[in-house]
């Protein structure tokens, strides 16, 4: 699909003072520049290196029944990436929180998603050297949604295997949450014209790496493993590691190769996007029984029930 | 650096109705559905894939003393590029034209960096399904800039060489310009860490590939090379490749290692914002005689002199 618009092909157009916008924007509150905003204001620069360099960190934390989920651990994160690019905010850790804590509350949404981006902005004297950029601190809550929808929760979603591989920590360390998703697009066109309806795409040596906007887990024989390497270290994945490791379910972190996958007894992905979500289907190949399985059942249900743990979970203010 | 900005800490904060702007931006003219608009317009929403997938592809073109570069070339690549990342946009080749055309026009400026760009954009249902995303086409005119200052092409560039690896074709294909370059700040880091001005990053065989924005050429013994694959096909590069064809100079795509490089007589590098420029140190070793060379002089006169030759340059209407 493609935006409509019109192109004058003779004379002089005129130049209009302030943009037009037609564009629907979900609900929700963001937060630029000590300013608390409706979606449709939360826009950056075509010129700011977010954009044009994806040079940009960000991370995603969400919100079920107007608690955060672990967002310590999502603040880490986002703050070990800026480290690592090199940008700075003016925000501290806590008045990070103050700001995510305010969108979300001004949103009014009980279930919400909630991003904090920082891009490196741009130069004022339009230099082309990063190091004189303006780094840019963003943040909202929209609507919380999911990987999968309720059917595919209910009845597995069907991937496919995609042989574009994930930019290599060589070229972008992965522990920087960023932007450059556009192996994970390929990987996700090529799973729609295999009628899949997400993707895993491989790492260099062949192995399962990770899907776009989640990681995966095989389960064999009561033993669950997840990618070692090559992958975002997400905050879901490292849930499912910690809840495993609480039950006394075996898990490892170890390569998971395109045949540990079809070999599985049950496959399921983890996301901020949606949590733990079961696979029963691998390129229309069934996996296990070919419905959801146990440990996924209970992973998917144990995941939820620490939703209002407090150790877990922080309560938002809605100033009622 | 970072943006100014203060957080509300207790009570309920205001949500203001419209974002109020205070960064500065460069003169031009921008285009986004149909509306011809000044540069503190062209925003883009951050809930844009282009932003937050960088899903997004784009080119520049460049204008000299009021007439585009080889534009064709540029609208080729460009057009290529939204066809293998399945985007389409509501403009033919003519139309987009006529727009970038107009931004210039309407600038004023006689020498122009002139950029096209389409994301992926968003889905009006909300949806996580690129399929379902409205395709945003942007197009803008802004003073042309330049890699390397006037000095620099005087004395010749420092570079220094980063062990970062460029994205490989595996994971992101090269033929598409992407705004993937996480890779490239990173190198370009490292380079200032070295005092170098710029960077150069390698390929995975360990030989050179390109640097943030631009190719690189090496000439030994008359012989001229450039990095033959896991490159951006860079119209600046393609223009020498033509010119030393003109003009009988020998010239190969090829690998080209570190040790090349140390080797080489001349090294030049070649952008659209700069055209073809000199390198004359390379981690602080100088390269050949240390001063600007023959080859790489008469490949700057050449590349300069073609900007008025109708074959290679198109004229602007400034609507005067």
Redesign the interface.
């Known amino acids: ?9 003779v ?10 916008d ?5 609900s929700g ?2 937060y ?16 700011d290196w ?7 960190t960000y991370d995603t934390v969400h919100v079920w029944d107007g608690r955060f989920f672990r967002l310590d651990l999502h603040l880490d994160r986002f703050f070990n990436g800026l480290e690592k ?7 501290s850790r806590e ?1 990070v929180t ?2 995510l804590q ?1 969108c979300v ?2 949103s009014g949404h009980r279930s919400a998603y909630v ?1 904090m ?1 920082c891009t ?3 130069s ?1 004297t ?1 230099s ?1 050297d ?9 943040a ?1 809550a ?2 919380f ?1 999911s ?1 999968a929808n309720a059917e595919q929760l209910k009845r597995g979603l069907h991937v496919a295997i995609s042989s ?5 920590p ?4 992965p522990t ?1 949450k ?9 990987g ?2 090529d799973a ?1 014209d295999q009628k899949a309806e997400t993707a895993l795409i491989l790492d ?1 040596e062949g192995n399962i790496a990770e899907g776009p ?1 989640f990681n995966v887990f095989a389960v064999r024989g009561g033993q669950v493993s997840t990618p070692a390497k090559n992958v975002l270290p997400g905050i879901t994945r490292r849930s499912v590691l910690d809840i495993c490791s609480e039950l006394q379910i075996p898990v490892a972190e170890k390569a998971v190769s395109q045949d540990d996958l079809f070999g599985a007894d049950e496959i399921f992905i983890t996301s901020t ?1 949606g949590g733990v979500m079961p696979v029963t289907k691998v390129n229309e190949r069934s996996i296990g029984t070919g419905s959801v399985g146990e440990i996924t059942k209970t992973l998917m249900d144990e995941y939820w029930k620490r939703h209002s743990d407090p150790k877990w979970s922080t309560p938002i203010s809605y ?1 009622s």
Chains 1, 2 share one sequence.
């Open positions: 699909m493609s935006n409509a618009s019109t192109v004058p092909t004379g002089r157009p005129e130049i209009a003072a302030q943009y037009e037609n564009s629907r924007y979900p509150i963001a630029m520049d000590g300013q608390y905003l409706p979606m449709s204001q939360a826009k950056i620069s075509v010129l977010g954009l044009l360099h994806s040079d940009a690019l090199r940008m700075s905010i003016n925000l008045e103050t700001v305010n509350g001004l991003e981006i490196r902005g741009s004022p339009f082309r990063p190091r004189d950029a303006i780094n840019r601190f963003i909202f929209i609507p949604g990987v574009t591989v994930r930019i290599p060589a070229s972008v360390d920087i960023n932007y450059h998703w556009l192996d994970l697009v390929k996700l066109y729609y260099f906007g996007a100033f």
